[in-house]
């Protein structure tokens, strides 16, 4: 079992939906990361939390420590939405330790028009 | 402030041959780390750089990979005697020093696509 889980790993939508993307993690991490990826490109930083919620224009990410779960929402999802949602969490530790980042295989997200 | 830079961006290797990526950091960013993105699967460290110290090299191959930061100029993931499974996406990101807020978040690169023929 992958330390990180995604689902779901493919979701098609109409533009304007409401899309959730989960990740599940099975070690104790300091924070959560979630990274957008489009295709053939590089890779950009949502969201980096540890607790709550955080809301950027129309993504939100929320993580609950206790159930080792956190969700991304995209509202009134648009066309160039489309790309790969990658979780990643960095392993619990103090200092300096804890920069490792273990990633999920990540969500491909096509928002067709 | 130019983000984290990568080249080339897509390279080209028959087998048996080097394979040389480099990475720029972003200004100020003392931190380096490589990741390797093989097709169909997630992200996995490689190693960990700081200037002239390589600081966790865990997830690097035993044999044929190093990796090298020196005081001046780009970090350097080098791929001697390359094979196909060496095939893949090299992501480099960087951070700022430890400890600071900042220093958690990581900036990536947009990779360099190896390609072994």
């Known amino acids: 079992k992958n330390e990180v889980e995604q689902s779901p790993q493919n979701l098609t939508a109409q533009e304007g939906e409401f899309i959730t993307i989960n990740c599940s993690y099975s070690?104790?991490?300091?924070?959560l990361h979630w990274l957008q990826q489009h295709p053939g490109g590089g890779i950009v930083s949502l969201f980096m939390l540890s607790s709550g919620k955080k809301k950027h224009g129309r993504l939100i990410a929320t993580i609950n420590i206790q159930e080792k779960h956190s969700s991304l929402h995209i509202t009134a999802s648009h066309p160039r939405d489309s790309a790969v949602y990658i979780c990643a969490v960095r392993s619990g530790g103090s200092g300096g330790s804890n920069y490792k980042l273990t990633f999920g295989k990540g969500t491909l997200l096509t928002v067709n028009p | 402030n130019a983000g984290v830079m990568q080249n080339p961006r897509h390279l080209v290797r028959r087998r048996g041959q080097e394979a040389r990526l480099r990475c720029s950091p972003m200004k100020g960013h003392s931190h380096v780390y490589w990741y390797r993105q093989l097709p169909e699967e997630g992200l996995k460290f490689m190693v960990y750089l700081q200037k002239e110290n390589i600081i966790d090299e865990s997830g690097m191959p035993k044999e044929r990979f190093s990796a090298e930061f020196p005081k001046e100029g780009p970090s350097i993931l080098r791929i001697q005697q390359v094979v196909r499974g060496d095939s893949a996406a090299y992501f480099c990101a960087s951070s700022p020093p430890f400890p600071s807020a900042s220093g958690l978040t990581q900036y990536f690169g947009p990779g360099t696509r190896l390609t072994v023929l």
């Open positions: 070690v104790g991490i300091s924070a």
